[in-house]
């Protein structure tokens, strides 16, 4: 008997989860460890991260048969712009704006998640890409809790400084409802779900590779 959308996205995102040693940048932004530099390198990188994933989202919109799997796409491609009006007082208190955040000179490492979901927005079934990027939320909503407590207690930022982490921290059931619509359809229709798996394994990965890089030195 098929799994439901939501029993299938808890399955998945139970063996995605990653493990709790597995990020090394989080942990010392949490206690205050990771100098400042860093956390401007954060913010570059994500300038750059945001703008591509917009894009990508915008052409999975396209790509879409079904007007749910569309509209779930341009939903995201709208927090993106949200998120990247909320970056910017992020870099400011690090520092970095302007041209500095156009002059960076981007981290492979860091850079690796946008590119294969850029190639997800090419090649990919958009119901099982829809899976897999809600799959990842969990994590990425932890990860930028931690950060906004540890930016608030430890580097004495504001609201605004704080605002890109707040942003992705907070609870997105509408959103979610969306992606589990999406699903469901695919499944009853018997169609996608099959690579799923392997795309939200890699997104994780390629996460993972984006922090642990910030912590390494440059």
Request: glycine share 8%; hydrophobic share 45%; proline share 5%.
């Amino acid at each position: 008997m098929n799994q439901t959308a939501q029993e299938l996205l808890r399955d998945v995102e139970r063996q995605l989860e990653p493990k709790s040693d597995e990020n090394r940048l989080v942990p010392s932004i949490s206690d205050g460890r990771a100098p400042r530099a860093v956390l401007a390198a954060l913010a570059c990188e994500q300038h750059r991260i945001i703008t591509s994933d917009w894009r990508s989202f915008l052409y999975l919109a396209a790509r879409s048969p079904h007007p749910s799997a569309g509209g779930f796409f341009t939903t995201l491609a709208q927090g993106e712009v949200l998120a990247l009006e909320a970056l910017s007082g992020f870099a400011e208190a690090c520092g970095v704006g302007g041209r500095a955040l156009e002059d960076y000179a981007p981290r492979a490492g860091c850079q690796a998640y946008p590119s294969y979901l850029a190639w997800l927005a090419l090649n990919a079934e958009p119901s099982d890409v829809v899976l897999a990027v809600v799959a990842n939320f969990r994590a990425w909503g932890n990860y930028c809790r931690t950060v906004s407590k540890a930016l608030r207690e430890h580097y004495g930022f504001g609201d605004s400084g704080c605002a890109f982490f707040d942003f992705f921290a907070a609870p997105a059931p509408d959103l979610e409802r969306q992606a589990l619509a999406v699903i469901q359809s695919a499944i009853d229709a018997g169609r996608g779900t099959a690579r799923a798996f392997e795309y939200g394994r890699l997104l994780q990965r390629y996460e993972l590779m984006f922090w642990n890089t910030l912590a390494e030195p440059s």
